[in-house]
């Protein structure tokens, strides 16, 4: 399947994860890419109840439940709740009860609250899976609470500068290779976004600062570098 292509070793992990019950109740699965985002979420919730990791065209699953903004781009406390509601009866056909929260930065601060109890106690069988661009567009005690998840932009692996990445640090600041270093080191960790989420999200975190707040990019490598 077209969407897929890119993120076969992260569909090996989850299936892996999903075969041994070893899934966590909660996920935020974020980054630049589009639809790939919530069709692996769909795959997922089929994989679980089907055990085949691709989402269905026609058939609805019973085991799955997508919470979408309203008219008005939000996702307000009343969708909140559905979740509880769904989440509290137990799974029959999968043995977990899915919930995908597309555009989950739509979630009010009341909905987030709420959806941060369910998290806090969920109930045995639950999976709820949160879908934003931004790590950060979540409240922080909600955001804390979810393992997170990068997905690039691009469907297809790129493949690393391996000569960039074994550059040493000062010869990276004297060449003013910073940017191309971070972007290559982002390609490889994503390899294995689930082993490797920790290192990636701080290298993400150093990227963005020195994308948007033009901060000084040789003490964001310095602070890399000992993480």
């Given at each position: 399947m077209k969407y897929m292509v890119g993120y076969e070793?992260?569909?090996?992990?989850?299936?892996?994860?999903?075969?041994?019950?070893?899934?966590?109740?909660?996920?935020?699965?974020?980054?630049?890419?589009?639809?790939?985002?919530?069709?692996?979420?769909l795959s997922l919730a089929n994989y679980l109840e089907n055990k085949e990791f691709k989402p269905l065209e026609k058939n609805i699953l019973e085991?799955?439940?997508?919470?979408?903004?309203?008219?008005?781009?939000i996702i307000g406390i009343d969708e909140a709740k559905k979740i509880g509601n769904f989440l509290y009866q137990k799974p029959v056909l999968s043995p977990k009860r899915t919930v995908i929260i597309k555009n989950a930065d739509s979630l009010t601060p009341e909905a987030q609250n709420a959806v941060?109890?369910?998290?806090?106690?969920?109930?045995?069988?639950?999976?709820?899976?949160?879908?934003?661009?931004?790590?950060?567009?979540?409240?922080?005690?909600?955001?804390?609470?979810?393992?997170?998840?990068?997905?690039?932009?691009?469907?297809?692996?790129?493949?690393?500068?391996?000569?960039i990445l074994k550059m040493g640090l000062e010869e990276i600041i004297e060449k003013d290779k910073i940017d191309e270093y971070l972007k290559n080191l982002i390609i490889e960790l994503r390899k294995d976004s689930?082993?490797?989420?920790?290192?990636?999200?701080?290298?993400?975190?150093?990227?963005?600062?020195?994308?948007?707040?033009?901060?000084?990019?040789?003490?964001?490598?310095?602070?890399?570098?000992?993480?």
């Open positions: 070793k992260l569909q090996k992990n989850f299936k892996k994860l999903a075969d041994v019950d070893k899934l966590s109740h909660a996920y935020l699965f974020f980054g630049e890419a589009g639809e790939e985002k919530f069709i692996f979420s085991e799955c439940f997508i919470i979408l903004p309203d008219e008005k781009g941060l109890k369910i998290v806090e106690d969920s109930p045995e069988g639950s999976l709820i899976i949160f879908i934003a661009k931004d790590e950060n567009s979540l409240l922080t005690p909600l955001a804390s609470r979810l393992q997170k998840i990068y997905f690039s932009e691009t469907t297809v692996m790129e493949k690393a500068d391996a000569s689930v082993k490797n989420v920790g290192q990636l999200k701080e290298t993400l975190k150093r990227l963005t600062f020195i994308k948007r707040f033009n901060t000084n990019k040789k003490l964001q490598l310095k602070c890399l570098s000992r993480f």
